[in-house]
């Protein structure tokens, strides 16, 4: 229902930062709220951050408060994650979601039902 590429990965050292980009075409992108997954060879999918429709609210996991940010575009039909402090932990693919349910929650892959094809982020000690 809607297309998602993401671009922004990339090799950082521990420390540093890197900012992803999702775009998204097919659909009116103020009618999705958005989120960030990861998952790292031999784990599971876990839920990074989440922006709600309007913008307005976002969410985190506990691990990333206070280094990342997600926002978005609705105007560049687009959705961010600024990623600061980087730690070794943190390599992973990220995968940008979408969704367009109700009354459902945020921080689970089963709210999203529109998945981009990832994005790598390494950090080096």
């Known amino acids: 229902q809607v297309q998602l590429l993401e671009s922004g990965g990339g090799l950082v050292q521990a420390g540093g930062s890197l900012r992803l980009s999702c775009a998204a075409s097919?659909?009116?992108?103020?009618?999705?709220?958005m989120g960030w997954f990861r998952q790292a060879p031999g784990k599971e999918r876990e839920f990074v951050a989440a922006i709600r429709r309007s913008g307005s609210t976002t969410y985190y996991a506990d691990f990333v408060k206070g280094r990342f940010t997600i926002s978005r575009d609705n105007a560049k039909n687009t959705v961010f994650l600024q990623m600061d402090s980087l730690k070794p932990d943190d390599t992973a693919s990220y995968y940008c979601?979408?969704?367009?349910?109700?009354?459902?929650?945020?921080?689970?892959?089963?709210?999203?039902?529109?998945w981009g094809q990832g994005t790598q982020v390494t950090v080096s000690s």
């Open positions: 979601a979408a969704g367009d349910y109700y009354g459902v929650s945020y921080f689970t892959h089963t709210s999203y039902n529109s």
């Open positions: 097919g659909r009116i992108f103020s009618g999705f709220y």
